[in-house]
């Protein structure tokens, strides 16, 4: 499985963008990256997902490094309801059946403040 | 319903016994996941269903862990002789399917402290 890495945790003014960025050097060719959050006392919420190219949801965005090593989560106007834990992972798929198991890391505590 | 369900959101138990976790994933969903997640901690995985079979319960800790499913929906996490290490947040999900761009949907979650 790739690893990835996060900050511990950011700060961000809210009706700013929030970048969150993540590390994932030892990704292989059919891994994507996933993203979610977690708001406190629910369960964790998909937000974005990609393998190369850089995507964009209703949520946010996702901008992928051309070596693919890195990326990074843009929600460009942040809400006080942002305020959550965001996980950064790389999908595993298993053999024939191409099932996955989503693990979390720590992840980057991101506070949104008035 | 719209979304995965768990039960109880919340369960207090003393030392030494057993207590179900109820999932109800959401209508039509083949794929079933449990994993557990500790105060300050990312998500570990415990078992996957797919259907009514478990291909893969590689995350159980150990023997006082077992999970069912059945009629390829509700799903039952059973932990036997609670230890106070089993304290933790344990999340039900589920997908379409088990393939690979298939997104997991995650329930609230059931918060087990046992004492």
């Known amino acids: 499985d790739a690893k990835t890495t996060q900050p511990t945790s950011m700060d961000c003014a809210e009706g700013r963008a929030a970048n969150l960025p993540c590390n994932h050097s030892?990704?292989?060719?059919?891994?994507?990256v996933y993203w979610y959050r977690q708001i406190h006392s629910q369960g964790p919420q998909y937000i974005i997902h990609?393998?190369?190219n850089n995507e964009t949801n209703e949520m946010a965005s996702l901008i992928i490094t051309e070596d693919r090593k890195s990326s990074t989560l843009i929600l460009p106007h942040a809400t006080l309801r942002d305020t959550a834990v965001y996980y950064c992972?790389?999908?595993?798929?298993?053999?024939?059946?191409?099932?996955?198991?989503?693990?979390f890391g720590p992840g980057t505590s991101l506070s949104v403040i008035p | 319903g719209a979304g995965v369900s768990q039960s109880p959101s919340n369960k207090v138990t003393e030392k030494g016994k057993d207590v179900e976790l109820r999932c109800d994933p959401i209508?039509?969903?083949?794929?079933l996941y449990w994993y557990r997640q500790s105060l300050g901690q990312g998500l570990e995985f415990l078992i996957y269903?797919?259907?009514?079979?478990?291909?893969?319960k590689s995350g159980l800790p150990s023997d006082r862990f077992s999970a069912e499913r059945t009629g390829g929906s509700v799903s039952t996490l059973t932990i036997q002789r609670t230890q106070q290490e089993d304290s933790a947040v344990y999340l039900c999900?589920?997908?379409?399917?088990?393939?690979?761009?298939?997104?997991?949907?995650f329930g609230p979650g059931t918060r087990l402290t046992v004492l």
């Open positions: 999900a589920s997908s379409l399917t088990a393939s690979y761009q298939r997104e997991q949907f």
């Open positions: 030892t990704i292989s060719g059919n891994e994507y």
């Open positions: 990609g393998l190369k």
């Open positions: 992972i790389v999908r595993v798929a298993e053999g024939e059946t191409s099932y996955d198991k989503v693990i």
């Open positions: 209508s039509g969903h083949t794929a």
């Open positions: 269903f797919q259907g009514n079979s478990a291909p893969d």
